[in-house]
């Protein structure tokens, strides 16, 4: 199994989001599926392409 881990700064920046937007959507249980390493705050680019894609729009803008 080869997962990649990615810091909240690469999420923020790939998503094009701040870093405090990832720490609000953490604490109200909102964005990716994130993980504590030490004091690193991580998520797997299996959890973010997870949220993604359960995240799309369909047409006429309804969630998947």
Not at 15 to 43: D, E, F, H, N
């Amino acid at each position: 199994m080869d997962i990649t881990l990615l810091t909240e700064d690469e999420v923020a920046d790939f998503i094009g989001k701040s870093r405090q937007t990832m720490r609000r959507w953490r604490a109200q249980g909102r964005g990716p599926t994130a993980m504590k390493l030490g004091q690193s705050v991580i998520y797997t680019r299996e959890a973010v392409s997870d949220w993604l894609t359960a995240n799309q729009l369909r047409p006429g803008g309804h969630a998947a």
